[in-house]
């Protein structure tokens, strides 16, 4: 079981939006609407930003929404700002011995 | 307010063993599948193993089963992982994480403890 393959890096300007994608298969991000996002700044644990594919947490910012089409899981923060510069982490539910797998993260910075 | 805190981190021989814990606060902990996710340096998120509100049901990742045990006090609000056998690979910060019932995702977080397998 491999993990989900993110892009290493994304990069934009303050203000622009951003896409990270998130590809799995069939037996976990195309199988189940259980996909979540994490956020981690150097040196501090993960932070939930998604989960279940659209939801967002309470206190997260509305910037930041998630979507599914097959087996690709996507992360869109729109209105980018200074302290979005962090790198982040898909997740899925599978259906393999392992229940769960994150993606590779991705490094996003801004510009 | 809602905090795990994790605990027993250190440096161990190859082939040795250590004991980790997560103390849980502000929250019910039986309503929670407890979870162990490590990132070793420099690297991304790897999920290790969950146990079930009364730890009945536990799973592991395929690189640890046979080395690790997760297991929980309901009483003292505590998740353990016991590592035996540790790898130069099991070099990681390990973090405990809440999976509230019926969620499928990781809230809240404990902010880690380091493990070093060196000789």
């Known amino acids: 079981q491999s993990a989900l393959t993110q892009p290493a890096s994304v990069s934009a300007s303050p203000g622009q939006s951003i896409t990270i994608s998130c590809t799995g298969t069939?037996?976990?991000?195309?199988?189940?609407?259980?996909v979540s996002w994490y956020q981690q700044h150097p040196g501090e644990a993960p932070k939930l930003m998604i989960y279940?594919?659209?939801n967002r947490p309470s206190g997260v910012s509305n910037r930041f929404s998630g979507s599914k089409s097959g087996n690709t899981a996507s992360l869109t923060i729109s209105g980018l700002q200074a302290e979005d510069e962090a790198d982040y982490y898909c997740?899925?539910?599978?259906?393999?011995?392992?229940?769960?797998?994150f993606g590779t993260g991705t490094k996003v910075t801004v510009l | 307010e809602v905090q795990l805190v994790e605990s027993g981190g250190g440096l161990v021989q190859p082939g040795g063993s250590l004991r980790l814990s997560c103390a849980a606060s502000?929250?019910?902990?039986?309503?929670?599948?407890m979870h162990w996710v490590r990132q070793a340096p420099g690297k991304g998120l790897a999920w290790v193993s969950r146990?079930?509100?009364?730890?009945?049901?536990?799973n592991y990742a395929d690189s640890v089963r046979g080395r690790f045990t997760v297991s929980r006090d309901n009483a003292k609000n505590t998740l353990y992982l016991q590592m035996n056998g540790l790898r130069v690979e099991d070099s990681a910060v390990y973090y405990c994480?809440?999976?509230?019932?019926?969620?499928?995702?990781?809230?809240?977080w404990g902010q880690g403890t380091l493990v070093t397998v060196s000789s």
């Open positions: 146990i079930d509100f009364d730890g009945s049901r536990t």
């Open positions: 997740n899925s539910y599978t259906s393999y011995s392992t229940p769960y797998v």
């Open positions: 279940d594919v659209s």
């Open positions: 069939s037996s976990d991000v195309g199988g189940y609407n259980y």
């Open positions: 994480a809440g999976g509230a019932r019926g969620a499928y995702y990781f809230d809240p």
């Open positions: 502000g929250f019910t902990f039986t309503n929670y599948w």
